[in-house]
């Protein structure tokens, strides 16, 4: 039940994309295509943007998309936006737990 | 809109008990898996139990395994978690969270758990 690995910080100016991998195992990542993606502004809960891989919940901006190869999933957000600055977690499913990422920083310049 | 309230934390000792609690409304929730997770002070998310929608099938982190129960009462639409032999590193925001199959949402907001003499 190791975390799974995600850059610390990340970053782009307004307009611009930036993506966030997501390295896990054959166990979890590699071996289900199921990934999800949270947004945590501070202070705030996180907030359900990407599950199964790719798919987006009503709501959510079509500028935030995910993606998988092999044992590492991506979220791309592109257009970056002020209020897209937050922490980013993925998490997988990993048989009976779950297991989520280390989180990464966006910072939008 | 769908809803979920914890509550119960506290500051306990290490090795002392608590159960947290959270409310649920605006959903079906027998429908639903429902699951904890955490996030100690300037840490990650850190999934730590869930349970079938029947209560049936629990689940749990490894390291909280025998220390911590996790419940619900569907009568009440309400979780629980009774979480015993608590030590320092269980100190974090506990979160109620629902589980459609393969993610995590809506989350609550959370309630503080202390571990520290």
């Known amino acids: 039940q190791s975390a799974l690995t995600q850059p610390p910080s990340a970053s782009g100016s307004p307009g611009q994309s930036v993506t966030i991998s997501c390295t896990g195992t054959?166990?979890?990542?590699?071996?289900?295509?199921?990934v999800s993606w949270y947004q945590q502004h501070p202070g705030k809960a996180p907030k359900l943007i990407i599950y199964?891989?790719?798919k987006r919940p009503s709501g959510v901006p079509d500028r935030f998309s995910g993606s998988k190869s092999g044992n590492t999933a991506s979220l791309t957000v592109s257009g970056l936006q002020a209020e897209d600055e937050a922490d980013y977690y993925c998490?997988?499913?990993?048989?009976?737990?779950?297991?989520f990422g280390t989180g990464t920083k966006v910072t939008v310049l | 809109e769908v809803q979920l309230v914890e509550s119960g934390g506290g500051l306990v000792q290490p090795g002392g008990s608590l159960r947290l609690s959270c409310a649920a409304s605006?959903?079906?929730?027998?429908?639903?898996?429902m699951t904890w997770v955490r996030q100690a002070p300037g840490r990650g998310l850190e999934w730590v139990a869930n349970?079938?929608?029947?209560?049936?099938?629990?689940y749990y982190l490894d390291s909280v395994k025998g220390r911590f129960t996790i419940s619900r009462d569907n009568a009440e639409n309400s979780l629980f978690l009774q979480m015993n032999s608590l030590r320092d590193e269980d100190t974090a925001l506990y979160y109620c969270?629902?589980?459609?199959?393969?993610?995590?949402?809506?989350w609550g907001q959370g309630t503080q758990v202390t571990v520290s003499a």
């Open positions: 969270v629902r589980h459609p199959p393969w993610r995590f949402d809506p």
């Open positions: 605006g959903f079906t929730f027998t429908d639903y898996w």
């Open positions: 349970i079938t929608p029947d209560g049936s099938g629990k």
């Open positions: 054959n166990s979890d990542v590699g071996g289900y295509n199921y």
């Open positions: 199964e891989v790719t």
């Open positions: 998490s997988s499913y990993a048989g009976t737990p779950y297991v």
